[in-house]
């Protein structure tokens, strides 16, 4: 029977060197290392991920990437978080992460006000925003602000601090900090300056959110580029723990708390099965880092801060095999948080030196590790409530410790994703939007720009087709376009049943130190 150990054995016989081999650029074959958050939803915010033509509610601490749409309803917000970057929609904003990946941030807005703020520029880094009328390169570190007109005629550019260069047919024009614009038409289009507004309530509570991170201690302990330590600024306390370095112990959560249990499963391409924690705070300890009890308490440990994060949408090990979930039910899924040095095995497609990159921050043993978490947090769910993205803790079944010593360490999760899990949260109504996502092709396409193919993009329209066709999109390479060239399909790189990981892997199948905060014996906040 293979067991805890040898399974791990088994799984890791192509990681023996090379643990903290660091390459500063992905493999053609990696995931992105770079994921937005949904940080911030107020009001009624709907989300469509990539593919899919169905709406749910934007569910907080989502991860979103390429493709990914979001709409915010009349008196909502929202707020994504992108390593170094800010993006804000305000009321009847449709924007959509056209493309995300480890050097480019492009947006496509159909209409609404989306501010970004850019903390740093990191070198090799570009951020272009593409509306209707015109595709806008964010220069440099700064504050910038875009509204566009629901019809597509016109879209404002407000510079607040940095600059940025505008590309629109034959229009080429830089802004500065202090300057505004306004883009009207698609072919051509005319700039006309003007004064740049005062700042209204939504500007007001951007420089809010500004100065939330700005300021963030956390953020300082974790770097930039882990989305969310802002977060744990209110939610936690950081220790210098003499075995582990800094750790940080979230304040105030009910009695019996497990990492990986509040929340639920989630279905993101390219990853496949992906973890959202409930908590607000629960972004950054989930996809970074690694967990472990000390003295009782719970600690996340986040490891050195490092200039190139990687995303990683669960840091947990799966177990299971034959005769596991016997006397509990059939398809039982459970699974395990990684405890710091131990090694995480991705059950999606990767690179050769994926495996190092994932790892490096946290790793020194990656043969024979005992997985300090198993007797204390092991978390198990039937299959339905697993692939129907279901809350855990109100699903759980429980696991006896003979069905625990048999557990076998398994590759990745035995059951297929559903509708639900692809959506996230519960599915709502098609918000008024155009029925095509607006996205740009990439920088240095020939075609300029791009819409995507109908069968996967395009959503019918609530009472019937729009009373005006969807804009066009520029980009920054964009003529003033005259056609509309179909965008492939996205890759669906994960495949229930099919061993992921690489070629060769399918072959082989300064704080002083205290003493922790004591446990709450209840919880006060809601």
Same mark, same amino acid.
């Given at each position: ?11 890791? =016989? ?18 992105? /290392?770079?994921?937005? &958050? ?30 990914? &749409? ?9 707020? %994504? ?16 992460? /056209? ?29 272009? !925003? ?88 956390? !953020? ?5 580029? !882990?989305? $969310? ?10 220790? #210098? ?52 009890? !000390? ?19 669960? %840091? ?21 948080? %990684? ?100 996205? $740009? ?14 069968? %996967? ?18 980009? &920054?390479?964009? =003529? ?12 669906? #790189? ?33």
């Amino acid at each position: 029977m293979m067991t805890w150990r040898r399974g791990l054995m088994l799984l890791f =016989p192509f990681m023996l060197a090379g643990v903290f081999a660091l390459t500063v650029f992905a493999d053609a074959g990696d995931p992105p /290392a770079r994921v937005a &958050r949904l940080s911030f939803a107020h009001g009624k915010v709907s989300f469509q991920p990539s593919g899919e033509t169905g709406w749910s509610e934007a569910s907080v601490n989502r991860p979103v990437t390429t493709g990914d &749409r979001l709409f915010t309803d009349q008196g909502a917000r929202a707020e %994504l978080e992108v390593g170094p970057f800010a993006l804000r929609l305000s009321q009847n904003t449709d924007v959509t992460l /056209a493309n995300l990946n480890d050097q480019l941030l492009q947006l496509g807005v159909g209409q609404g006000t989306l501010r970004v703020t850019v903390y740093e520029m990191p070198a090799n880094n570009s951020v272009e !925003i593409d509306t209707p009328n015109g595709a806008l390169v964010l220069q440099a570190a700064g504050s910038y602000r875009v509204d566009t007109a629901a019809d597509g005629k016109s879209t404002q550019v407000t510079v607040n601090a940095g600059s940025l260069q505008i590309s629109a047919g034959d229009l080429s024009q830089t802004l500065q900090s202090g300057q505004a614009v306004t883009l009207t038409g698609t072919g051509p289009v005319m700039a006309a300056d003007l004064s740049v507004p005062p700042p209204d309530d939504f500007d007001k509570w951007c420089a809010g959110r500004d100065r939330r991170v700005e300021t963030s201690a956390s !953020i300082q302990s974790v770097g930039r580029g !882990i989305p $969310g330590g802002e977060d744990l600024d209110a939610d936690g306390q950081w220790v #210098n723990d003499p075995g582990y370095g800094l750790v940080w112990y979230p304040s105030e959560v009910p009695p019996g708390w497990v990492p990986y249990r509040n929340g639920y499963w989630a279905y993101v391409r390219p990853w496949g099965w992906t973890w959202v924690e409930a908590e607000p705070w629960g972004y950054a300890p989930f996809h970074y880092g690694r967990w472990v009890r !000390i003295r009782r308490v719970w600690a996340w440990v986040p490891g050195p801060a490092v200039a190139r994060p990687v995303y990683a949408p669960a %840091l947990v090990v799966f177990v299971g095999g034959p005769g596991f979930g016997s006397g509990v039910g059939s398809g039982v899924q459970a699974w395990v948080p %990684l405890g710091p040095r131990e090694s995480y095995t991705p059950w999606y497609e990767h690179g050769p030196n994926y495996i190092n990159e994932v790892n490096v921050t946290n790793v020194t043993n990656t043969t024979n590790m005992r997985y300090m978490n198993r007797e204390v947090a092991v978390t198990a769910v039937s299959g339905d409530a697993f692939r129907g993205g279901q809350p855990v803790a109100s699903r759980m079944v429980q696991v006896s410790p003979e069905q625990l010593a048999r557990a076998q360490v398994i590759a990745h999760p035995e059951v297929s994703p559903t509708s639900q899990s692809v959506l996230g949260g519960g599915a709502v109504a098609a918000p008024p939007v155009h029925g095509v996502r607006v996205m $740009g092709a990439g920088p240095g396409t020939p075609s300029g720009w791009r819409t995507p193919t109908p069968e %996967l993009h395009e959503m019918p329209h609530p009472g019937g087709p729009p009373s005006t066709p969807p804009p066009h999109v520029f980009t &920054r390479n964009s =003529p003033v376009p005259a056609n509309n060239p179909s965008a492939p399909p996205p890759a669906n #790189n994960v495949q229930t049943g099919k061993p992921a990981g690489t070629t060769q892997e399918k072959a082989a199948a300064s704080h002083p130190p205290k003493t922790p905060p004591k446990a709450k014996t209840s919880t006060t906040k809601k």
